[in-house]
């Protein structure tokens, strides 16, 4: 039996015409010819969650992945499930599908595809990003398919992405400053926050948190992308 589309989220899906950019303004424009990705943007049901039961998003979850440390673009970094939309793909919904599919296990058949966001130009891949917004109709078993690409995949409730001491700002050392979320020992930077946090907003999800605190990127992470810069 398929798990019916929370109130909150076809709401946001009945708004999606009208759904702001993902980046500021000021974000630079995308280059002719740039090359074009999709990024999976699941929400799914949790189960039973003890001593939770009066907190509706706690219901809700949300699929994330973390890239392998070896890999050459964005290392050990959190995700949404996505890639490159390839010659053969009809488009950013069935690039998003086979890519999720392709990283996670998941059975693409027990997505509900609710529709796009706008998309978005990510600078330091170069790549202009489509994320597909869907509900996990009927959930399947999920895990690394391949360890060199993806280290981990985690349902995140969405509970924990609201709440606000799971939030701040990030300061990156090259002056870079955007949103953040730590949650199940996942640190969520990036256009990752950046795209999550509209998301969160434009559904009235949002609650208070303090906006003031800033947390630096770990180490880890600093120094991935420094082994990794040309």
Known sequence: ??????????????????????FPQEAPQAPPGSRRSAVLILFGPVGQVEGRYDDELARVDLLLTERSPDMRSHPG???????????????PVEAAL?????????????????????EAYLAPSGFVVTPVLAWWAQPSAVGPVDPREVARVARVP????????????????????????????????????QMLARVLTTAGLERPWDTDRFEPLPDVQVALRERRSP
Not at 77 to 91: K, N, Y
């Open 1 to 22: 039996m398929s798990a019916p589309v929370p109130g909150w989220l076809q709401a946001l899906t009945d708004r999606l015409d009208t759904f702001p950019p993902l």
């Open 77 to 91: 970094q959190v995700s949404f499930p996505g890639g490159s939309i390839d010659p053969g793909d009809a488009g």
């Open 98 to 118: 086979r890519e999720a599919e392709e990283e996670t296990g998941l059975d693409p058949s027990g997505v509900e595809v609710l529709g796009l966001l706008p």
């Open 158 to 193: 969405v509970a924990d992405l609201v709440a606000g001491p799971n939030r701040f700002r990030v300061r990156h050392p090259s002056g870079y400053i955007g949103p953040g979320f730590l949650v199940d020992g996942l640190f969520v930077w990036g256009a990752t926050a």
